[in-house]
């Protein structure tokens, strides 16, 4: 198997590439209106050889990741002449990089697509490891495959662009990692100074690494790569929620709360230092908002759950940590302990 250390490559190093493997191919750039205001001129500015490259421009948010955008995507390309020895290059966040991933995956049964991450939440998580997909009704991811990138693209000028709740949106996919694979990297997330930028670096590249060795050892989720799915059970249950009610709700503001959930379950189920729970949850809190949810929403929030991708048999089955750097999967979860959870959330 090739080493995904060798997919990651620089701005300039793309250039090569595209001159060396695809200069006799057609290629293709997918962004959102964003994207190709913000990030498109950079991009062709350190990649000469784009700059007569087709567009294909969608709208941006979850809400246009379905069935209807990834068809006009399709159709883009279909009458622009998209051969199989196209490439698809993805600008932008997690919905740019799933969505074009799931297109090229399916166009003519599969063309080569490159990632470049603009977005702290895509770059350390949605642009690697295979995983691409769409919703389906309200859910999230429903109709996807696994299908790595032939490259990605790290370039940390792009999150200069980026509000501070996208930054926020991405730091706690990076919360996350740290809590499921060290205490040494929980230590540096916890007194980053996210008002500077450029000291995020390191860390973006060490969750990316931290990512990689788990997606090298697991590449379709058959056992370790379950542990990434850490705080994102309630997590893509609240983001489901709102998008439902037409909430606002980030995709990483929705996985803090998950990482909050799943760490009370952590404590009742795999007896989780309470007082390190305590710490962390109060370092969330102190990052991320509340979500507003009432009792009366909990029995919606269950039916997501029990609808959740990773279940086996009607099973709610997060991943749970023993310890820092300790996570467990294929834990079950009764619907009580669940709602119990949520009432531990609407309580704080």
Known sequence: MTSLNSLTVTLEELEVVLNNDYSESSCFVLVDENTRKLCLPHLIQKCPSLQKVRIIEIFSGEQHKNLETFVKIIEQLTENNADRKSLLINLGGGVICDMGGFVAACYKRGIDFINIPTTLLAMVDAAHGGKTGIDFNNFKNQIGVFTPAKKVVIDVDFLKTLPKREVLSGFSEMI??????????WNKIETVNLENLQSLEPLIFQAIDEKKNIVENDPTEQNIRKFLNFGHTFGHAFETFALANGKNLSHGHAVAIGILCELWLSEKILNFDVNLKQKISNYILSIYSKFPIQKTDFEHLIQILLKDKKNINEQ??????????EPQYDLTCSKELCLEALQMYLDL
């Open 176 to 185: 996350k990692m740290s809590l499921i694979t060290s205490t040494d990297f």
């Open 316 to 325: 709610i089955m997060p991943v749970l940590l023993k310890k820092i750097g």
